[in-house]
T-cell receptor, first 114, second 114 residues
Framework: AQTVTQSQPEMSVQEAETVTLSCTYD???????LFWYKQPPSRQMILVIR??????QNATENRFSVNFQKAAKSFSLKISDSQLGDTAMYFC???????????FGAGTRLTVKP | EAGVTQFPSHSVIEKGQTVTLRCDPI?????LYWYRRVMGKEIKFLLH????????ESGMPNNRFLAERTGGTYSTLKVQPAELEDSGVYFC????????????FGQGTRLTVV
C-alpha cells in the first residue's frame, strides 16, 4: 500500500518570501504521479502542480515548483514570492500509474503573513 | 461549467441514525471518488467508481457504509447506522478517464455524529 507523509502540520511565511513544504511517500512502484493540492479556507480543493515520476525534470507552475527526488521518495513544494492568497491547506497526493486511486497526506496548513 | 457539488454541506445526526450524502460529479467524468478527512488527519480514500462500477472499495471502513452510483451519474454514500467515529468531512472528486488527470473536488460534507 502506498502512504504519503507530510511532516509539517503547520507552517507560516512572510509575504513575498519563499517557503518549502515537504512530502515523502512510500511505494514499490516505479511509475506514478504526484500532486500538490491546495484547499483555501472554506473553498474547494484545487490542483496546484503535478509531476510524472518518469520525468526527471521538476515541474513548475509560475511561483510554484517542486523538488522531486525519486530515489529518496521525496516531493517537496516550493512557493516563491508568497502571497496572502496562498494561505491554505496543502495536500500532497500520490497516484499509481495502473489505476486512478489517489492517496493523500495529512496536509500542511500554510499561513502567509503580511 | 458546473463543478463537483455535494449535498448537504453540513449534517448533524445522532448516533444510530442514517445519513445519505450526495455527490454530483462534473458531467462526462467517468471517475468518481469518495474520501474522508477526520480532523487533523490525512484524507483517506474510501472508494472509486468508474461509471457505475465500483473499481476499488478497499477504503470503506465497514459494512455500515454503502455507496452507489446509479447510471454512472451522481453518487450517494449512506451511513447506517452512524457511529461517533464517522464524524469528519466527506469529499467527493471526479476526473476524466486516463492516468494522472486532475481530480476536481467538491466542497465536502461535514458530518457530525453526536
Amino acid at each position: 500500500a502506498q502512504t504519503v507523509t507530510q511532516s509539517q502540520p503547520e507552517m507560516s511565511v512572510q509575504e513575498a518570501e519563499t517557503v518549502t513544504l515537504s512530502c515523502t511517500y512510500d511505494t514499490s512502484e516505479n511509475n506514478y504521479y504526484l500532486f500538490w493540492y491546495k484547499q483555501p479556507p472554506s473553498r474547494q480543493m484545487i490542483l496546484v502542480i503535478r509531476q510524472e515520476a518518469y520525468k526527471q525534470q521538476n515541474a513548475t507552475e509560475n511561483r510554484f515548483s517542486v523538488n522531486f527526488q525519486k530515489a529518496a521518495k521525496s516531493f517537496s513544494l516550493k512557493i516563491s514570492d508568497s502571497q496572502l492568497g496562498d494561505t491554505a491547506m496543502y495536500f500532497c497526493a500520490f497516484e499509481p500509474l495502473h489505476n486512478n486511486d489517489m492517496r493523500f497526506g495529512a496536509g500542511t496548513r500554510l499561513t502567509v503573513k503580511p | 461549467e458546473a463543478g463537483v457539488t455535494q449535498f448537504p454541506s453540513h449534517s448533524v445526526i445522532e448516533k444510530g441514525q442514517t445519513v445519505t450524502l450526495r455527490c454530483d460529479p462534473i458531467s462526462g467524468h467517468d471517475n468518481l471518488y469518495w474520501y474522508r478527512r477526520v480532523m487533523g488527519k490525512e484524507i483517506k480514500f474510501l472508494l472509486h467508481f468508474v461509471k457505475e462500477s465500483k473499481q476499488d472499495e478497499s477504503g470503506m471502513p465497514n459494512n455500515r457504509f454503502l455507496a452507489e452510483r446509479t447510471g454512472g451519474t451522481y453518487s450517494t454514500l449512506k451511513v447506517q447506522p452512524a457511529e461517533l467515529e464517522d464524524s469528519g468531512v466527506y469529499f467527493c472528486a471526479s476526473s476524466l478517464r486516463g492516468r494522472g488527470t486532475e481530480a476536481f473536488f467538491g466542497q465536502g460534507t461535514r458530518l457530525t455524529v453526536v
